[in-house]
């Protein structure tokens, strides 16, 4: 059976405007992370803020299973008209994974119906370590890991995340300063699967962490549908089947 299709969005502006995060990522984020999903035999595309439409138009958005969303500093760069389109996709099944700061993109706080706002810190240039527990070890988001990833280097996302109660809680994250954070969470909206995953600040190596890159592929693979494109019945009058007198 064939792996399903991906497509990984990054904005790509820190790491054209910034030394550091280009020393982490120098091809961009958005080629760390779809690397690793390549070797695991993906097939991955990319796409970027400043392609026209944002390389997001309905050609690409149909030849994708998956949308993996990187996004931090230009969320309101994203064309209203793209996020609508987006949008539409994922409730016809399209999967969603949002990652790190695109907890704040147009498109999840869209989805949500929320602000999707955090408390936040980022310790100094070596952040601090976090601790990802993982709560629902059965879930195939969670495979092949043991009970916690350890990272680092991170910011800290502090509770309270303000997002609706999701379908599933698949990963709690503990930081060196005492906070905790609800770092792993899916939803279903309309047809489509998103799953909201953490780690991922631009001066870290986050994306080149083994177990990071585990939970990544599995996320794709639990989001995709492939050949689950719906779009949404008719609000229409209809005539009864049966003869009503």
């Known amino acids: 059976m064939a792996l399903p299709r991906l497509l990984v969005w990054n904005e790509y502006r820190h790491e054209l405007q910034n030394p550091d995060v280009s020393a982490v990522y120098p091809d961009g984020i958005h080629e760390a992370i779809a690397a690793p999903l390549r070797q695991r035999g993906f097939p991955v595309s990319t796409a970027t803020l400043d392609q026209p439409e944002h390389g997001l138009t309905d050609e690409v958005l149909n030849g994708a299973d998956v949308l993996l969303w990187w996004g931090h500093k230009a969320h309101e760069d994203v064309s209203d008209a793209v996020v609508e389109r987006v949008r539409r996709h994922v ?13 704040y993109s147009k498109i999840f706080r869209r989805l949500m119906g929320t602000s999707c706002s955090v408390n936040w810190r980022v310790h100094g240039t070596q952040g601090e370590n976090e601790r990802i527990w993982v709560t629902a070890p059965a879930h195939p988001i ?29 990963f709690v994250s503990w930081f060196k300063g005492g906070e905790v954070f609800r770092s792993g969470l899916t939803y279903r909206r309309g047809y489509g699967r998103v799953f909201y995953f953490r780690p991922g600040h631009e001066t870290f ?9 585990k939970v990544i592929a599995n996320a794709a693979a639990w989001a995709a549908q492939p050949g689950v494109r719906r779009t949404p019945p008719d609000n229409a009058r209809r005539e009864p089947l049966e003869k009503m007198g």
């Open 91 to 103: 409730m016809g099944g399209l999967g969603l994974i949002v990652l790190h700061s695109a907890h």
């Open 142 to 170: 969670a495979a092949g890991l043991d009970r916690c990833i350890e990272i680092p280097q991170e910011e800290m996302y502090g509770e309270f995340f303000d997002v609706p109660e999701p379908d599933e809680l698949i």
């Open 205 to 213: 190596p986050s994306y080149h962490h083994a177990e990071v890159q």
